[in-house]
């Protein structure tokens, strides 16, 4: 550990938010998403010195590094309609331009673009449009209304921001591509009789991968699918229907939850060109989907903690079958109350780096190597990471603890 440095303010563990290393500063937000009271701490990268601090007193939808700003959208809480996003200078904490955006801005109704834009869903009273802010400046690019239905939108690339959905239950819902630019829609493509689009989209390699729900006329039900859709014409290539419930990990991979007893889940591995199954995995627990590989955490039984072996495999994303397997030494770090350990693993370049807690009860951070599984190293944490930490410059990694 290079240097530790205490906040004033506890970090609260809902809705918590990632550092970003802007520069030579780490910047942390004590607080979260749904909490009064935040502020923010630029910390010098090389020693932890505090430059400046920052309160707000609404919570931090969202943060994000453009250049040498740190862009903060507060006010999305629920308590104020009105969303404000500001551009602060990462030396010195200082807002070089502030945005009131007019409405209220939902949880995750965000997507920055490859440009430096911010698209942003806002519901003004029921009334929602889709705008585009510029990082650099605050000023809007464009602002179109949507419709009534306040949906994440998505970023795609070449340009192009997503939106999917229409009018609240209305069976005419649609995926639009507008040009982040300029607003201009480049196409539209109706998703009747499939309606109420399931954000958030996600895209990979040209493809969009949109959840909806299908309407089958003949016994009214709906059914969970998800579609293929070309990025370049928003054509539907493919849909795939699951056996059970769907949850899109990953673009490409599908994981579907099974009964709450089982705890676990099963895994299908589609191919993008055609939406078929490539291979499918039932994991004995739950399972985090990365572009480095699919991550397994084996878990003993909670009501035998002597006989704690926990387990973390990766597997292929090809072929679903196991690269490498690693004992862990400590029990995966888990909130109190809950049934089973939840995932807390996060990639950090080369390395998969897992919280654990020792038998004494201390925190732990334990980096094994994505390639072979060998333990690069292990040190204590002052407390429980609570929210995925960040790559800096130098190989350091910068996180916080509650």
């Keep these: 550990m290079r240097w530790q440095v205490s906040l004033p303010r506890p970090a609260l563990g809902s809705g918590s938010l990632s550092p970003l290393a802007v520069g030579a500063v780490a910047v942390f937000a004590q607080g979260g998403v749904v909490s009064s009271g935040v502020v923010l701490y630029g910390l010098r990268l090389a020693d932890g010195h505090r430059l400046w601090s920052r309160a707000f007193s609404e919570g931090i939808a969202g943060m994000w590094r453009w250049q040498n700003l740190v862009v903060v959208l507060t006010g999305s809480s629920g308590q104020q309609r009105q969303s404000v996003l500001a551009g602060l200078d990462a030396s010195t904490g200082r807002a070089r331009w502030t945005l009131r955006v007019g409405g209220f801005v939902p949880h995750d109704g965000f997507s920055p673009t490859a440009d430096g834009g911010l698209a942003i869903s806002v519901d003004g009273d029921g009334v929602v449009e889709l705008e585009v802010a510029d990082l650099s400046s605050g000023r809007v690019r464009w602002t179109r209304p949507v419709g009534s239905d306040p949906v994440p939108p998505v970023a795609v690339g070449h340009g192009a ?10 069976a005419n ?3 639009t591509s507008y040009d982040d630019r300029t607003g201009r829609i480049r196409w ?4 009747k009789p499939w309606i109420d689009p399931q954000p958030p989209l996600q895209e990979s390699a040209g493809l969009v991968y949109l959840q909806a729900e299908v309407l089958n006329s003949a016994s009214g039900s709906f059914t969970s699918v998800l579609l293929g859709v070309s990025a370049a014409d928003g054509r539907v290539k493919w849909r795939y229907s699951p056996r059970e419930g769907l949850d899109l990990d990953a673009p490409g991979l599908i994981s579907v939850g099974t009964s709450l007893a089982s705890l676990g889940t099963s895994l299908d591995e589609l191919d993008p060109a055609t939406g078929r199954v490539r291979w499918h995995v039932a994991p004995p627990n739950q399972a985090i989907a990365t572009g480095a590989g699919i991550i397994v955490i084996a878990a003993s ?5 002597a006989a704690h072996t926990d387990q973390i495999s990766v597997l292929d994303t090809l072929t679903g079958q196991t ?3 690693a004992e862990l030494n400590e029990p995966l770090a888990a909130d109190s109350g809950q049934i089973s350990p939840v995932l807390p693993v996060f990639l950090a370049g080369p390395l998969l780096v897992v919280p654990a807690a020792s038998p004494e009860g201390s925190e732990m951070l334990g980096a094994f190597r994505m390639s072979d599984g ?22 350091m990694l910068v996180y916080a603890v509650g």
């Excluded at 539209?188 to 998703?191: G, K, N, W, Y």
């Excluded at 039984?301 to 903690?305: D, G, R, V, W, Y």
């Excluded at 190293?377 to 190989?395: C, F, I, K, Y």
């Design 161 to 170: 921001v997503l939106f999917a959905g229409g009018a609240d239950g209305d």
């Design 173 to 175: 819902s649609s995926l």
């Design 188 to 191: 539209t493509e109706a998703l």
């Design 301 to 305: 039984p909670a009501s035998s903690p």
């Design 323 to 325: 690269r490498w397997t």
């Design 374 to 395: 060998q333990r690069a190293w292990q040190l204590v944490t002052p407390g429980l990471v609570e929210a995925p930490p960040s790559a800096a410059p130098g190989g």
